[in-house]
T-cell receptor, first 112, second 113 residues
Framework: DAGVIQSPRHEVTEMGQEVTLRCKPISGHDYLFWYRQTMMRGLELLIY????????DSGMPEDRFSAKMPNASFSTLKIQPSEPRDSAVYFC??????????FGDGTRLSIL | GQQLNQSPQSMFIQEGEDVSMNCTSSSTFNTWLWYKQDPGEGPVLLIA?????ELTSNGRLTAQFGITRKDSFLNISASIPSDVGIYFC?????????????FGQGTILTVHP
């Protein structure tokens, strides 16, 4: 079975550019989560959706970050404009009802 | 908010040794999860614990849900090089569902052949 699929796996871009990260959750899962991982702060939950609806975005750092889930099989996390401090590994995870979350392999983002 | 404290932060062991790590919280949890993250990959679920006092095994891994519901332990027996990685504990805060997980800061395990 396909797991959570994230793209791209790596992204290097210049400060000020728009960055879009993509996620395809596991088919049938009704929760989708976006996390950011850094050495300093560990794993941080940015936002999560239930049935395509954003439930809690309190972890989104600031207005430069936005996330959408237009349908059950696709979500995006956008940073505009990007800054060097946004460099991190971004993970998407999905789950079904009360089951534990399954993670994708992440997008390693470097902002120069 | 609720925080999970993992210890030790890192471990350097010889292949074949047993490993113990734990996770504590000032608040109670109804579920404890243990994940492992290999370099360059996302965390993978190892063991899920649902009841206070529960002891669950997965191969060489054994985890326990503390009686007080404020801690959990993970043991790895007879470590091998592929056990290298970061081990995270996690749980849904405030007795909620899996809508949100709190993660510990991780224990970094290095195994020398």
């Amino acid at each position: 079975d396909a797991g959570v699929i994230q793209s791209p796996r790596h992204e290097v871009t210049e400060m000020g550019q728009e960055v879009t990260l993509r996620c395809k959750p596991i088919s049938g899962h009704d929760y989708l989560f976006w996390y950011r991982q850094t050495m300093m702060r560990g794993l941080e939950l940015l936002i999560y959706f239930n049935n395509n609806v954003p439930i809690d975005d309190s972890g989104m750092p600031e207005d430069r970050f936005s996330a959408k889930m237009p349908n059950a099989s696709f979500s995006t996390l956008k940073i505009q404009p990007s800054e060097p401090r946004d460099s991190a590994v971004y993970f998407c995870a999905s789950s079904f009802a009360g089951a534990p979350q399954h993670f994708g392999d992440g997008t390693r983002l470097s902002i120069l | 908010g609720q925080q999970l404290n993992q210890s030790p932060q890192s471990m350097f062991i010889q292949e074949g040794e047993d490993v113990s790590m734990n996770c504590t919280s000032s608040s109670t949890f109804n579920t404890w999860l243990w994940y492992k993250q290999d370099p360059g990959e996302g965390p993978v679920l190892l063991i899920a614990l649902y009841k206070a006092g529960e002891l669950t095994s997965n191969g060489r891994l054994t985890a326990q849900f503390g009686i007080t519901r404020k801690d959990s332990f993970l043991n790895i027996s007879a470590s091998i090089p592929s056990d290298v990685g970061i081990y995270f504990c996690a749980g849904p805060p405030g007795g909620t569902s899996y809508g949100k997980l709190t993660f510990g800061q991780g224990t970094i395990l290095t195994v020398h052949p």
